[in-house]
C-alpha cells in the first residue's frame, strides 16, 4: 500500500533510510515507524497509517488537532508533530497508553503561539519526554504533567522568567511561599531543557524551587550565571552552558560544587580566574570548554579539580606547542580531547603524567611526526586519534609505549607507505583506520588481532602479503581507493569472519580479477557487504558464498553496458537470507520476477536513481511475495502499458509498502522530456476494460440467446404479437417497398368453368395499373404456375406466397377437386396460421349452406367474416369491386 | 432368398411396378385427388408404426442425455466459478490490489446472501412460471440464468454480482424442479411409446396401469444422477488447471489452524488469509472465464436444441389452463398429502447432506487437513464415487423401493457417527487416503440418496397435472434445507454433525412410517387438479359447439370431481382417472400425436 506524502518504515531498517526521512528519527527498541509530510487533513492521512506504528512524525499544516486523533495508534511510542498547530483540545491525545516520546517543533522563527487544553497530557500515561520547540505557551496555564515524565523541553520558546513554568506547570514547581515537601503526584522531573530562550534574561530567588533535577540546559540563553541555590535548585548534576555568551567561569555561585558535570563550550572564555576567586567545583567529573579563546591551559582551575574525568579542549588555540605542567590535571583523567589546536608538536613526555588516560584526542592538529617519548607514560590509552594531521612519516616503535591501545585512528595522513613494524607495540590493536592522499602501501606483518580496517587511499592501495592469512579475524573491513592490488600475484587473502564489507571506488578497481583475487573464496559470515563503484565500464560482479548475506548495497555498477554479462538475476541468485537490497544508480534498465525469485526474506528493496526503468509485467504475479517495503527514489520509467499493473500494487497492496511511486515520472523514449506522470499516463494511455467487454458481449449474447428463442416459440401468442408488432414496425421503418416474401397479393381460385369470368371480369380490375385497376399482382393457377411443376406443390407455394386468397365459389367450384383442394387448404391455413392468412370467398351463385357443411370450418367462418355474394345481381359491381379493393389492400397491410 | 420389395419406390430405382403405377395414373388436373394424394399399395402400417415409435423412444433417450448433460455442464461451470472467485476473493493480496476499497467481501457476502436466501421465495413462483413457460422451456430460461451469473463474473461489481446472484437464487428450484419434472415425463413418454399397442387397444383416454412407467424411471433417473454428480467433478477443473498453480501449500495456509476436523468451529478458523502464491493475470482469469462462458453456452444450445418439450402443446395448454390462482394454491395444498408430509425430513436432510459434503466434510476435514490444493481432488473423489454409484439406484428395478433409500441413508449414518470422533491433525498428509475413501463413500450415500428420493417421488405421484408441484416442494425444501447450513455455518462441527444425523434419523423414520402406512392401504388426500379453463383461440374454436356432449355429462362429471378425490380402488392410492376426468377435447379431436417436436 502506499500513503502519499507518508513513509512507512521499520527502524531495523532505519540505517539504509535515514536519507528518505529528514525530519524524523527514532528512539531505541522502536520498529515501525510512519512519517507523513504536508499533512493537510489528519483524520485523512492517519486513516491509512498502520494501527501498529510505534513512531510518528507528522509535518503540515493543521492548525487544531482534533479529538481523539490518534485513538487508532495503541502502540504508538513516539509522537513528533510539525504541523504548525496553535491549539491542542483535551481530548487530542486520547488513547495513547504507550507514548513515551512527544515532541511539538516549529522550525520556522520564533515562536508559534500554542494553546494546550489544561488536561491535554493527562491520558498519556507513559510519557516520559515532552518537547516543545519553537512554540510559545503564552496562552496556556495549569497544564497537567503527567507523573512519569522525566524530560521537559521548552527550546526557542518564549520564556521571559522562570515564574512563566510555573504558571504552566504548576506541579512542576513548588510556589515561593509553600514548604520544600514534594508535592504527591507532581513528576519527578530529571532534565529540563530551557535553551534559546533568547528572553530568558532573569532568574529570581527560588524560581526553581521544588525542582530535583538532574540536568538543565540553557544554552544559548542570555543567562550569564545563575546562582542555583538560590533558585531552588538543590541536586543538580549536569548544567549546560553553552553558547550564552559568558566570558568567565561562573566562580562566586552558590551550589556549583555539587556538579558533576559543566559544558562551557561555545562561550567566549578566554583565561580562566588566573587571578580571581577560585570556584568550588569540588565534584566536577566532566568539564568541556569546547570552541572557546583559550590560549594557554587554566593551570590554576584544573588544579582543583580533583574528580576530572573527562576534559573537552577541542577547537581552542592552546598550539603550537602543548605544554601539560606536572600535576596539572588529576589522576582521574580518563579523556583528553585537544583537537583542532593547531598543535604542531606533542614535546617529550608531555603526556607521561596521565598514567590513567584511556582515550586521546587529537586530530585537526598540525603535528607531523609523533615519537615513542612523546606518547611515553599512556600505559592504560586505549583510544588515539591522529587524523587529519600532517603526518609524512612514522617512526617504527612508535607505539612502543601503548601496550593497551585498541583504536587507532590515522585517516588523512601523508604517509605513502605503512610498514607492519610501524604498528607493532599495542598487543591488542583492534580498530584501525589509515588513511592517506595518494598511495598507500602497506606491507605486512598485521596486527594480529585486527577486528575493524578501514583504508583510504586516493589513487591506490597496495598490500604486500607474504603468509596467506592475517585477517583471521577481521569482521569489518572498509577499502576506499580507486585501484587495489595485491603483491605478489600468486597469493590470496582469507577473512574467514567478515561480516561487514565496504568498498568504495572510481574506476574499475572491482572490474578484474582483483576483486576474485582479493574475496577468492567463501565469506561465510558476511552480513553487510556494500558496494559503490563509479564506473562506466561494465562490472563483473558475482556474489558467491556469502550465505549470511543480509544487507546488500549496490551503486554505480553499470549493469547495461553492451558487453556485460552480469544480470542482476545472476548476481542475487545465490544470497537466499537477503533481507535488505539498496540498488542505486544501476542502470539496470529492465526488472523482472527471475531476480527475485529466490530471495524469500527479501524486507525491504530500494531503487535510487534508476533511468527508464521497466517494471515486467511478470512481477504482477509476484504480488503477493513482494518485500515489505519497497523505495522508488527517482526512478524514472518507461511508458508503457505493461506496467499498468503498478499502480493498483502501490496504492493498494497489502503486504507492501510502495514508496514514490507516485510521483514518478515515465518517458516515452530518450529524447522525452515531458515529465509525464507515470500514474497519469497509466491511466490516460492504457485501457483496462477488456473484462467490462467480455461481460458486456457474453451478456448481451446471451439475453439474445434466452430472448430468441421465447420469441420464436410459437406458443406464447402475445410474444408473437409483439413480435409481429415489432417486425412491422421495423419494416415500416425501414421503408415499405420491401415486400419481403410475398410475390403475389392474391392468390385466385376457381374452378374452369368460372375461368372465363375471371379472366374478363375480375381479373382486370384487379390487375390493371391505377387508376383503372388496382394493380394488385395475381397468381392465377392457369397462368402462373411454373410449366413442368407439379401442380400441388406449385398450388401450396404459391398460396403461401400471396398475402390473400380469393375463391371463387360456384357449384361447379365445389365439385372440382383442385378447387376444392384450394380451399381446403386455404380453410386450413386459416386455422394453422391464426393471423397471417387472409381468406376471400366471392360466391358467384347462390350456394346451399348444406353444400359448404362438410367445410366445417368455413362454415364457422362464413358465421364471423363477411363474404362477397355476386350472384342475382344483389351487388353492384362498382360498389362489390370498391369492396374487393378495401379488403385485399386491407389484408394486404394485416400480412405486412 | 427372396428380394424384400423397398418400403417406398426409391427414386431412379424403381421397380416395375412402380413404373406401371407411375404410367397409370393421369397427370394434370384431370388426376383424382385420391390417386395423387393415397397410399403406396405396399405400404407396411405396422412396421412404419414400429419405427415410428422406435424413433419416439430414441428421441426420447437422446432428450434425457441432453438434458442431464446440459444440467450437468451448467452446474459444472456455475460451481467452479463460484468456488474459483471465491477462493480468489478470499485472498487478501489479490483482493485488494485488484478490487481495492470496493468491499469485495462484503459483495461476496451478499452474493451468497442471494443464492441462499432467495429460493426461499421460490415456493411461491416456482410451479406459476413452469406453467407458464413449460417445463423445457423453464429449464432453458434457468440454464440462461446460470449462465448470465457466469457472465457477470467477468466484471465483478456490486451491480452486477448481486443482481445476478439474486437471480440465480431465483432459479434454482425452478430449474431442478422442472429438471425432475422433466426426467420422470420422459419416463412416461418412454413407456407410452413402447407400449403403444397396448394404449391402442386400451383407448387413449385410458391412463397407463399404475407404476408401470417405473422402471424406466429408474433407468432415466440413474442416467441423469450419473450426470448430474459428474458436474462436481467438472466444477474442479478450472481449480486443476489454473488455481492449483497459483495456490500456497499447505504448510503456508494451515500454519495458524489449531483443530480440524470434529474439533473445528466455524469454516477453517485461522486459515491464512493469503492463499495465493501468485496473482493470476487478468489476462489468463479472462481466458478462464471465457472457457466457462462458452461451456455454458454449450450447455443452453444442448437444453435449446436437443431437449425435446415434455407434454405436446395441447397438454400444456391444458396444464396452464387451470387458472393461476390454483396453480399458486396447489403446491400448499398438497401438504394435505400424509405421504409428502412424511417425506418432507428427508427433503431437509437430502439438502443437507450435499452441502455437508462440499463444506463442512471437504473444508472442515479435507482442507483443514490436507491444505487447500487438495480441495479439487477430494471434492472429485466425492464427485465420481457419486456418478458411478448412481448406477446402483437400479437396484430399485429388483428389490423393494426403499431399499436403496435406506441403504443410502444407513451409510450416511455410519459415516457421520465416525466423523464425529475423528480430528485429523492439520498439515498432515500421512492418511490422505481415508479422506479420498470418505470422500467417495459419502458419494455412493449421496447418490442413494438422490436417486431414491427422485424416483420414489416418480412412483408416488404419476399424474403429469401435479408433477412439477411435487418436485417444486421437494427441492424447496432442499433450498430450506442449504439456506440453514448457510445460517449455521459458523457452528462448531460437533453441533453440525449433530443436526445432521438428527435429521437424517428423523427422515428414515418419518419415510419407514409412510412405508409402512401405505402398506396398511391408508390412503393419502390429494388436493384435486382442477379442470382446465379454456380461453385459447385456435384449435378450440369447435369446442364451443361441440354436440356431442350432452349437458348431463358435463354436469355428472364436474359434480364428481367437485370434492377432493377420493380413492378408488387398490391399496396404492388414488389416482384422477376414469370418469371423473373428462378427456379433454383436444385428444377427441386429435386422437393422436399434435404437432409435436422432438
Not at chain 1, 648 to 675: H, M, Q
Not at chain 2, 419 to 425: D, M, Q, T
Not at chain 2, 482 to 489: A, D, H, K, N
Request: net charge neutral; proline share 6%; aromatic share 12%.
Amino acid at each position: 500500500w502506499t500513503i502519499p506524502d507518508c513513509i512507512i518504515a521499520d527502524s531495523l531498517l532505519f540505517p539504509n533510510l535515514s536519507y528518505y526521512i529528514p525530519f524524523c528519527t527514532s528512539a531505541p527498541g522502536l520498529h515501525l515507524l510512519a512519517s507523513c509530510s504536508n499533512v493537510k487533513n489528519l483524520n485523512q492521512t492517519l486513516k491509512r497509517v498502520p494501527r501498529n506504528t510505534e513512531v510518528l512524525c507528522l509535518q503540515g499544516m493543521v492548525p487544531t488537532l482534533p479529538a481523539k486523533a490518534f485513538i487508532r495508534f495503541h502502540s504508538l511510542q513516539l509522537l513528533r508533530l510539525q504541523l504548525r498547530t496553535t491549539s491542542v483540545t483535551s481530548r487530542t491525545f486520547q488513547g495513547l497508553d504507550q507514548l513515551q516520546y512527544l515532541f511539538f517543533d516549529h522550525h520556522a522563527p520564533c515562536c508559534l503561539s500554542l494553546f494546550l487544553s489544561p488536561n491535554c497530557f493527562e491520558s498519556l500515561r507513559s510519557l516520559s519526554s515532552l518537547s516543545f520547540q519553537g512554540y510559545c505557551l503564552t496562552y496556556s496555564q495549569s497544564i497537567y504533567l503527567p507523573t512519569s515524565l522525566r524530560h521537559l523541553t521548552l527550546r526557542n520558546s518564549c520564556l521571559t522568567k522562570f515564574q512563566d513554568l510555573q504558571r504552566l506547570f504548576p506541579d512542576l514547581l513548588l510556589s515561593t511561599s509553600s514548604t520544600p515537601n514534594i508535592k504527591p503526584g507532581a513528576p519527578f522531573l530529571e532534565t529540563l531543557d530551557l535553551s534559546y530562550n533568547l528572553q530568558l534574561k532573569q532568574a529570581g530567588v527560588r524560581d526553581l524551587y521544588g525542582l530535583t533535577l538532574h540536568s538543565l540546559i540553557l544554552d544559548g540563553t542570555p543567562l550569564k550565571a545563575l546562582d542555583l541555590t538560590d533558585s531552588g535548585l538543590l541536586h543538580l548534576h549536569f548544567l549546560s552552558l553553552v553558547g550564552t555568551g559568558i566570558e568567565k567561569v561562573p566562580a562566586s555561585l552558590t551550589g556549583y560544587s555539587e556538579l558533576r558535570a559543566l559544558d562551557l563550550g561555545k562561550n567566549q572564555i578566554q583565561n580562566i580566574l588566573e587571578n580571581g576567586e577560585i570556584p568550588g567545583y569540588k565534584a566536577l567529573e566532566f568539564l568541556s570548554l569546547h570552541d572557546n579563546h583559550l590560549q594557554t591551559l587554566p593551570t590554576r582551575f584544573l588544579h582543583t579539580l580533583p574528580q576530572l574525568q573527562k576534559l573537552n579542549l577541542s577547537m581552542n588555540k592552546l598550539g603550537p606547542i602543548l605544554e601539560l605542567p606536572e600535576g596539572l590535571f588529576s589522576t582521574n583523567l580518563k579523556v583528553l580531547d585537544l583537537s583542532y589546536n593547531q598543535l604542531c608538536d606533542v614535546p617529550h613526555g608531555a603526556l607521561s603524567l596521565l598514567s590513567q588516560l584511556q582515550e586521546l584526542w587529537l586530530s585537526g592538529n598540525n603535528i607531523s611526526s609523533l615519537s615513542n617519548e612523546s606518547l611515553q607514560g599512556l600505559r592504560q590509552l586505549r583510544t588515539l586519534d591522529l587524523s587529519w594531521n600532517q603526518i609524512k612519516v612514522l617512526k617504527p616503535g612508535w607505539l612502543s609505549h601503548l601496550p593497551a591501545l585498541t583504536t587507532l585512528n590515522l585517516l588523512g595522513t601523508y604517509l605513502e607507505y605503512i610498514l607492519g613494524i610501524q604498528l607493532q607495540g599495542p598487543k591488542m590493536l583492534r580498530h584501525l583506520q589509515l588513511g592517506s592522499y595518494p598511495i598507500l602501501d602497506i606491507y605486512p606483518p598485521w596486527p594480529p588481532t585486527l577486528l575493524s580496517l578501514e583504508i583510504q587511499a586516493e589513487s591506490c592501495i597496495q598490500f604486500m602479503i607474504h603468509s596467506g592469512q592475517p585477517f583471521l579475524f577481521l569482521e569489518n573491513l572498509t577499502l576506499e581507493t580507486s585501484i587495489l592490488l595485491l603483491k605478489p600475484d600468486n597469493i590470496t587473502i582469507h577473512f574467514p569472519s567478515l561480516r561487514r564489507l565496504t568498498l568504495r571506488g572510481y574506476s574499475f578497481i572491482f572490474s578484474t580479477s582483483q576483486l576474485q583475487r582479493f574475496f577468492p573464496q567463501q565469506l561465510p559470515l558476511l552480513e553487510h557487504f556494500f558496494i559503490w563503484c563509479e564506473n562506466s565500464y561494465a562490472v563483473d560482479l558475482y556474489l558467491f558464498g556469502m550465505p549470511r548475506l543480509r544487507v546488500l548495497e549496490l551503486g554505480y555498477l553499470n549493469f547495461f553496458y553492451e558487453s556485460s554479462t552480469m544480470k542482476l538475476e545472476m548476481l542475487l541468485k545465490e544470497v537466499p537470507q537477503l533481507q535488505v537490497l539498496a540498488l542505486s544508480h544501476l542502470n539496470l534498465r529492465n526488472l523482472s520476477v527471475s531476480s527475485f525469485k529466490s530471495l524469500q526474506d527479501l524486507k525491504l528493496l530500494l531503487f535510487n536513481s534508476e533511468r527508464a526503468l521497466e517494471m515486467n509485467s511478470n512481477l504482477q504475479e509476484f504480488i503477493p511475495q513482494m518485500p515489505q517495503y519497497v523505495y522508488f527514489s527517482d526512478v524514472t520509467f518507461t511508458c508503457q502499458c505493461e506496467a499498468s499493473w503498478l499502480e493498483s500494487w502501490a496504492t493498494r497492496a497489502p503486504n507492501t509498502f510502495v514508496y514514490g511511486l507516485e510521483k514518478s515520472i515515465c518517458i516515452a523514449n530518450a529524447s522525452d522530456y515531458s515529465k509525464t506522470l507515470l500514474f497519469s499516463f497509466l491511466a490516460t494511455n492504457c485501457p483496462h476494460g477488456t473484462e467490462f467487454w467480455g461481460f458486456l458481449t457474453s451478456f448481451i449474447l446471451l439475453l439474445l440467446l434466452i430472448i430468441l428463442p421465447l420469441i420464436s416459440c410459437p406458443k406464447w401468442s402475445w410474444l408473437h404479437h409483439l413480435w409481429t408488432l415489432f417486425h412491422t414496425c421495423w419494416w415500416k421503418l425501414c421503408g415499405h417497398r420491401l415486400r419481403g416474401q410475398f410475390n403475389y397479393d392474391v392468390f385466385i381460385s376457381y374452378c374452369e368453368e368460372d375461368q372465363a369470368w375471371v379472366l374478363e371480369e375480375l381479373v382486370p380490375v384487379l390487375e390493371k395499373a391505377p387508376p383503372e385497376g388496382e394493380g394488385l399482382r395475381l397468381c392465377l393457377p392457369a397462368r402462373d404456375f411454373g410449366i413442368g411443376n407439379d401442380r400441388m406443390e406449385s398450388m401450396i407455394a404459391s398460396m403461401g406466397k400471396s398475402r390473400a386468397t380469393l375463391c371463387v365459389l360456384t357449384g361447379q367450384a365445389l365439385a372440382s377437386p383442385w378447387c376444392n383442394l384450394e380451399l381446403r387448404l386455404a380453410t386450413y391455413h386459416l386455422v394453422a396460421r391464426p393471423g397471417t392468412t387472409h381468406l376471400l370467398l366471392l360466391f358467384l351463385e347462390p350456394l346451399d349452406r348444406q353444400r359448404l357443411h362438410s367445410y366445417h370450418r368455413l362454415s364457422r367462418w362464413l358465421q364471423k367474416e363477411d363474404y362477397f355474394d355476386l350472384s342475382q345481381g344483389k351487388v353492384e359491381w362498382n360498389s362489390f369491386c370498391e369492396q374487393l379493393k378495401r379488403r385485399l389492400s386491407k389484408a394486404g397491410q394485416e400480412r405486412d | 432368398m427372396e428380394v424384400e420389395p423397398p418400403l417406398y419406390p426409391v427414386a431412379g430405382a424403381a421397380g416395375p411396378q412402380g413404373d406401371e403405377d407411375r404410367h397409370g395414373v393421369p397427370d394434370g388436373p384431370e388426376a383424382p385427388l385420391d390417386e395423387l394424394v393415397g397410399a403406396y399399395p405396399n405400404y407396411n402400417e405396422e412396421e412404419e408404426e414400429r419405427r415410428y415409435y422406435r424413433r419416439k423412444r430414441l428421441g426420447v433417450v437422446k432428450n434425457v442425455l441432453a438434458a442431464s448433460t446440459g444440467v450437468t455442464l451448467t452446474y459444472g461451470v456455475y460451481l467452479g466459478l463460484l468456488q474459483m472467485q471465491l477462493i480468489l476473493h478470499y485472498d487478501e493480496t489479490y483482493r485488494e490490489v485488484k478490487y481495492g476499497n470496493m468491499g469485495l467481501p462484503d459483495i461476496d457476502s451478499k452474493m451468497l446472501m442471494g443464492i441462499n436466501v432467495t429460493p426461499i421465495a421460490a415456493l411461491l413462483y416456482t410451479p406459476v412460471l413452469i406453467r407458464f413457460f413449460g417445463t423445457k422451456w423453464m429449464m432453458f430460461l434457468a440454464v440462461g440464468i446460470y449462465a448470465l451469473f457466469v457472465s457477470t463474473n467477468y466484471w465483478e461489481r456490486y451491480y452486477t454480482l448481486v443482481p445476478s446472484a439474486v437471480a440465480l437464487g431465483m432459479a434454482i428450484v425452478p430449474l431442478w424442479a422442472s429438471m425432475g419434472n422433466y426426467i420422470t415425463r420422459m419416463s412416461q413418454k418412454y413407456y407410452e411409446y413402447s407400449h403403444y399397442k397396448e394404449q391402442d387397444e386400451q383407448g387413449p383416454q385410458q391412463r397407463p396401469p399404475r407404476g408401470s412407467h417405473a422402471p424406466y424411471l429408474l433407468v432415466f433417473q440413474a442416467i441423469f444422477y450419473s450426470f448430474f454428480h459428474l458436474s462436481f467433478a467438472c466444477a474442479q477443473l478450472p481449480m486443476i488447471y489454473f488455481l492449483n498453480n497459483y495456490l500456497y501449500d499447505l504448510n503456508h495456509t494451515l500454519i495458524n489452524v489449531q483443530s480440524c476436523g470434529t474439533k473445528s468451529q466455524g469454516i477453517l478458523n485461522g486459515f491464512n488469509k493469503t492463499v495465493l502464491r501468485t496473482l493470476p493475470r487478468s489476462k489468463n482469469l479472462i481466458v478462464v472465464e471465457s472457457v466457462l462462458m462458452a461451456v455454458a453456452f454449450l450447455a443452453m444450445l444442448m437444453v435449446l436444441g436437443l431437449c425435446g418439450a415434455a407434454y405436446r402443446p395441447t397438454e400444456e395448454i391444458d396444464l396452464r389452463s387451470v387458472g393461476w390462482g390454483n396453480i399458486f394454491q396447489l403446491p400448499f395444498k398438497h401438504v394435505r398429502d400424509f405421504r409428502l408430509r412424511h417425506l418432507v425430513p428427508f427433503f431437509i436432510y437430502s439438502g443437507f447432506e450435499v452441502l455437508f459434503a462440499c463444506t463442512g466434510f471437504a473444508l472442515g476435514y479435507g482442507v483443514c487437513s490436507m491444505g487447500l490444493e487438495r480441495l479439487a481432488y477430494l471434492l472429485i473423489a466425492y464427485s465420481l464415487g457419486a456418478s458411478a454409484s448412481s448406477v446402483l439406484g437400479l437396484l430399485g428395478l429388483w428389490l423393494p423401493r426403499s431399499v436403496p433409500l435406506v441403504a443410502g441413508a444407513g451409510l450416511h449414518l455410519l459415516l457421520t457417527l465416525s466423523l464425529f470422533f475423528w480430528a485429523p491433525a492439520p498439515r498432515v498428509l500421512q492418511h490422505s487416503w481415508i479422506f479420498y475413501f470418505v470422500a467417495a463413500l459419502w458419494g455412493v450415500g449421496s447418490a442413494l440418496n438422490k436417486t431414491g428420493l427422485s424416483t420414489l417421488l416418480g412412483i408416488l405421484y404419476e399424474d403429469k397435472e401435479r408433477q412439477d408441484f411435487i418436485f417444486t416442494i421437494y427441492h424447496w425444501w432442499q433450498a430450506v434445507a442449504i439456506f440453514v447450513v448457510y445460517l449455521g455455518s459458523s457452528l462448531p462441527m460437533k453441533a453440525k454433525l449433530a443436526v445432521l444425523l438428527v435429521t437424517l434419523v428423523a427422515a428414515a423414520a418419518s419415510y419407514l412410517w409412510m412405508e409402512q402406512k401405505l402398506q396398511q392401504g391408508l390412503v393419502p388426500r390429494q388436493p384435486r387438479i382442477p379442470k382446465p379453463q379454456h380461453k385459447v383461440r385456435g384449435y378450440r374454436y369447435l369446442e364451443e359447439d361441440n354436440s356431442d356432449e350432452s349437458d348431463m355429462e358435463g354436469e355428472q362429471g364436474q359434480g364428481d370431481c367437485a370434492e377432493d378425490e377420493a380413492p378408488q380402488a387398490g391399496p396404492l392410492g388414488a389416482e384422477p382417472a376414469g370418469p371423473c376426468r373428462k378427456p379433454c377435447p383436444y385428444e377427441q379431436a386429435l386422437g393422436g400425436d399434435g404437432p409435436e417436436e422432438q
